[in-house]
């Protein structure tokens, strides 16, 4: 192992921090700045100042734990991993292939990712394999695929923000979410920008706008449309820029005139002067942006809200333009690479569609098997975990914790104790993983090298920096090892590479000439350069240079430099000559509103939203095990209005029970002006009495298949001590 600094990126959120890690005597790492690393310049949030604490024996998984007498005891791996092949073995006998479900994580690196997918396909042949970044982008994902014809969160560096004159950000806390990415929003003030933010709550985000509008939870849909229509009525459409590089605007134009600002301020209650103000803001510099993150991505009209947002940056002229454009700011940290590469229930890898029968051949050809082999689309994320225990007997999970995570979290965990056999991979005991058959302890950032794509769509090299304890194996030999006992005769494990690059290698070759193109990138220039940004096919005299000069993943190897062709340099901005559909143009897609799909009434009179603190990341499995981040966020509350709260009588601390429809959860009152009267907030990082997704609604866009996390209707009560 390397005894000086060793540079990568964090293990949590999207925007893939880099930092350095140093060995420490005791075999552990301490995180140091990584100054050289453009996106954060060396600054990082807590969690990854504090990231090697999971790395600590005691905290982490470190012996295979399999289920006996109804209790998880340590086994060794070959007991383990016996026991999943048979668990998944007999139930692909008994129930067919469809019946072992296979569910990743958006945290996967893009290998791990790819080889899931394949496993999935190849190894168990079943079409039911989804990963919970369907829960985190997948709205923001579709839209921008019917608007743009490809999905990549930002079509454009985030060094661009600063530069640009308006940026509108939708329903995003990037105070809480990704502290580092909020100085790209100072620079754009101090240049003379301006920041709307469009959230309910008055968080850190929108304390520092110049304009905050909080709407109702769930009608940012009637804002966007709103906000069109004045665009439209005072003649702010760029009617040159809309003839040239786009169609379908009379249809979405007719749409946005149906809501009349009046109209959409009795709905969201955002004021018309208010409306007025956000148009005249984004209208008047020369360049704009517009990004959404999991506020209106998380509804169950996501896609149309997303589409509406987008329709309002095609209409004035800002897409695919410099400094100026749409973009989705990805959550998790591989949330962009994981979507890319096979881990999705539709999808092959390169961004391929798994119904497309030219990228069936392609694949099918890198895979070494008969494309007719291959299985079709399967369920969605929620849809996935809704059949546990009925059509799908058996499930393995890799990197992902649905007991806490998933909406309408007491039914969804119902359906995983029902399963015939559970198997997980991770990193910690989970409460997903305390409910297995077998858990199977694997390696995770330090320990290992991989590749990850951040929210800008930039493809990554996190690199191994200590060795991981004995009783700790990768993902990849996991899927190797599986394969083998699972393929006999077939040798399938030759297919499953332990090594990572040797994976990517593959990868590489299956996303050639599909929309993430990642041909052109290999280990050796992931070392040399700051990431490389898909798409980024090969250049054939680029790679036989390198395969001459010295081996992928070397150090100091460049392929852009020497005697044959120059290596394609990545494409950080998209669409400024063209939009990625057929002819060329981006589509307007026509929206209207619609109300969220569990409206308050009498017995359910208040709305409740979820999002997250910064102390934490997403179902809490890793940062509920680091002291520092527990002091500084201990447990879940209930934020609430003081008028609210003085109906309930409720006192700051309190407890309140807050219900819905499908559960109940007690968390103790945080009372807040910077909250509506009509709404309360829950984070959503805890297991237990306080799980705000035991409230959620999994009611599913028709498109993106993304649940309602972000408004249902609840009622408040005072908790009598
Ligand atoms: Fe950076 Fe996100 Fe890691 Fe915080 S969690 S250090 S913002 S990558």
Redesign the pocket.
């Known amino acids: 192992m390397p005894n000086s600094a060793t540079p990568t990126h964090?293990p949590?959120?999207a925007?893939?921090?880099g930092m350095n890690l140093t060995p420490l005597q005791d075999g552990g790492v301490a995180v140091v700045e990584r100054p050289d690393f453009p996106v954060?310049k060396g600054a990082?949030?807590g969690?990854?100042r504090t990231a090697p604490a999971v790395l600590a024996s005691g905290v982490r998984l470190s012996s295979p734990l399999v289920r006996s007498g109804g209790t998880l005891t340590p086994a060794t791996w070959e007991e383990a991993l016996d026991r999943v092949a048979e668990g998944l073995a007999r139930t692909r006998t008994e129930h067919g292939p469809d019946a072992c479900g296979v569910f990743g994580g958006g945290g996967l690196t893009n290998e791990k990712a790819y080889s899931l997918g394949k496993f999935a396909r190849i190894v168990l042949g079943t079409s039911q394999i989804d990963y919970n970044g369907r829960f985190c982008m997948s709205s923001a994902a579709a839209a921008g695929m019917k608007a743009f014809g490809l999905d990549r969160g930002l079509p454009f560096p985030l060094e661009d923000i600063p530069k640009t004159g308006c940026v509108i950000l939708v329903g995003s806390n990037l105070a809480e979410t990704?502290?580092?990415s909020l100085r790209y929003f100072t620079e754009l003030r101090e240049n003379g920008g301006t920041l709307i933010v469009i959230d309910p709550r008055r968080t850190k985000t929108a304390e520092q706008a110049d304009l905050h509008l909080a709407p109702r939870p769930g009608t940012d849909l009637a804002l966007a449309l709103g906000l069109l229509h004045l665009v439209v009525a005072e003649g702010r459409v760029d009617e040159e820029y809309v003839r040239e590089r786009t169609a379908g605007w009379e249809d979405a134009r007719a749409a946005a005139m149906a809501h009349w600002p009046e109209y959409v301020e009795r709905i969201t209650g955002v004021s018309v002067p208010q409306l007025r103000e956000t148009v005249r803001m984004f209208c008047e510099p020369e360049r704009a942006m517009v990004l959404t993150a999991r506020g209106p991505e998380q509804q169950a009209k996501g896609t149309d809200t997303v589409g509406a947002w987008i329709n309002l940056c095609l209409a004035t002229g800002r897409a695919g333009r410099p400094l100026s454009g749409y973009g989705c700011l990805t959550g998790q940290g591989n949330g962009q690479g994981g979507r890319e590469h096979g881990q999705k229930a539709d999808q092959l890898p390169g961004y391929r569609k798994l119904d497309d029968p030219a990228a069936r051949r392609h694949v099918a050809e890198v895979w070494g098997v008969d494309p007719d082999s291959l299985p079709g689309p399967g369920r969605s994320a929620y849809e996935l975990l809704d059949a546990l225990g009925t059509d799908i007997r058996s499930l393995l999970l890799m990197g992902s914790n649905p007991v806490v995570s998933a909406p309408r979290a007491a039914h969804i965990e119902e359906r995983i104790k029902s399963l015939d056999f559970l198997a997980v991979c991770d990193v910690v005991l989970s409460e997903t993983a305390a409910l297995a058959d077998v858990v199977l302890p694997v390696t995770q950032w330090a320990e290992e090298t991989g590749t990850t794509t951040n929210l800008e769509g930039r493809v990554l090299l996190r690199r191994r920096a200590i060795t991981a304890p004995e009783g700790v194996r990768s993902d990849l030999e996991v899927m190797h090892e599986l394969a083998a006992r699972l393929g006999g005769e077939r040798g399938l494990e030759k297919g499953f590479p332990t090594d990572p690059e040797e994976v990517f290698e593959e990868l590489r070759r299956a996303s050639a000439g599909g929309p993430a193109d990642y041909s052109g990138i290999t280990y050796g220039r992931l070392a040399e350069e700051n990431g490389v940004f898909w798409p980024c096919p090969a250049v054939p005299g680029a790679e036989d240079h390198e395969d001459e000069e010295g081996s992928a993943g070397g150090e100091g190897t460049s392929p852009a430099v020497g005697s044959g062709s120059p290596a394609h340099p990545g494409t950080p901005r998209l669409f400024l000559d063209r939009f990625a559909t057929p002819d060329g143009r981006a589509r307007f897609v026509p929206v209207s509103y619609r109300a969220i799909a569990e409206e308050p009434d009498d017995e359910y009179p208040v709305l409740l939203t979820t999002g997250r603190v910064v102390a934490q990341?997403q179902s809490g499995a890793q940062t509920r095990r680091v002291d520092e981040l527990n002091a500084a966020a201990p447990g879940p509350f209930v934020e609430l209005h003081p008028r609210l709260a003085a109906r309930l009588g409720a006192a700051e601390g309190d407890p309140v029970a807050v219900v819905s429809r499908r559960g109940r959860a007690v968390a103790p009152a945080r009372i807040t002006t910077g909250i509506r009267p009509d709404t309360v907030f829950m984070p959503f990082h805890w297991p237990g009495e306080g799980r705000a997704n035991t409230l959620t609604n999994p009611a599913l866009d028709p498109t993106s298949r993304m649940p309602e996390f972000k408004a249902c209707a609840v009622r408040v009560e005072a908790v009598k001590s």
């Open positions: 964090c949590y959120c925007l893939q921090c954060n990082l949030c969690k990854g990704m502290p580092p990341y």
